[in-house]
């Protein structure tokens, strides 16, 4: 297992850590900043130094409970103490990106009732699928007209964790389907922007709406019946 700090603090952008394996391709260690690769948010990049060497780290995954950073060359051994470091500008962009997407998916629900049924997401850009039978041909321009007055509402994200018994009785928490969830995951992980959305996830996030900027619908397209895709970007 590795204590990962960005669950708690999306906001860290280093810290010191000690290396517990090397091997792989990739490096764990016993805390770390990195987000690993999953739900929809790519893994961080960045690098990691130690006395007398630095590797930079081009991908973050997942395996058996631990996060590799993935590294381009000759790795520190372990016990080795090393400085941790993401590359700041793409996370940041990344949580604004994310930020974005869940108020997508509460415009989109509470305007036109539909649900997410999939999404993917670059630094700056994203696309996500609803489940959604038709759509006009002004759609995106009014999705875009409501995202961007629930993000200019300035609400406060807040990341917090609640026992699995009380997540599964949130009302708000049954649209997200958060009984899918392994039954292992006690207590789950809420991302909560205040008045807007609020579901089980483990991804980075901005600390209010009003950091993510103006963002652009750049295109909708039918991927066959009852199912939609639109992307975003995100301007500036
Ligand atoms: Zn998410």
Redesign the pocket.
């Known amino acids: 297992m590795t204590e990962e700090l960005a669950l708690r603090d999306a906001y860290l952008r280093e810290t010191g850590a000690v290396v517990v394996e090397a091997g792989d391709g990739g490096v764990t260690l016993d805390r770390t900043v990195f987000y690993a690769r999953g739900?929809?948010?790519p893994g961080d990049t960045g690098s990691l130094s130690w006395d007398g060497g630095s590797v930079q780290v081009t991908d973050t995954v997942r395996r058996e409970g631990a996060v590799l950073h993935l590294c381009d060359g000759a790795l520190p051994s372990a016990g080795t103490p090393v400085r941790a470091c993401i590359d700041w500008d793409r996370r940041y962009l990344l949580m604004r990106t994310?930020t974005a997407?869940?108020v997508l998916s509460a415009v989109v629900w509470s305007g036109f009732g539909a649900k997410v049924t999939g999404?993917n997401m670059e630094p700056g850009r994203a696309r996500m699928d609803f489940e959604l039978a038709g759509m006009s041909a002004d759609f995106g321009r009014e999705v875009e007209a409501r995202l961007a007055a629930a993000l200019a509402g300035n609400h406060t994200v807040t990341v917090m964790f609640l026992p699995r018994s009380q997540a599964l009785a949130d009302p708000d928490l049954i649209r997200t389907k958060v009984s899918l969830l392994p039954g292992s995951v006690d207590p789950v992980r809420i991302?909560d922007i205040a008045g807007i959305d609020r579901?089980a996830?483990?991804?980075t996030?901005v600390a209010s709406t009003g950091e993510v900027g103006e963002v652009r619908v750049v295109g909708t397209e039918s991927k066959g019946r009852g199912n939609k895709r639109m992307r975003i970007e995100l301007t500036g």
């Open positions: 739900g929809g948010q994310h997407l869940h999404g991302v579901q996830d483990g991804g996030h």
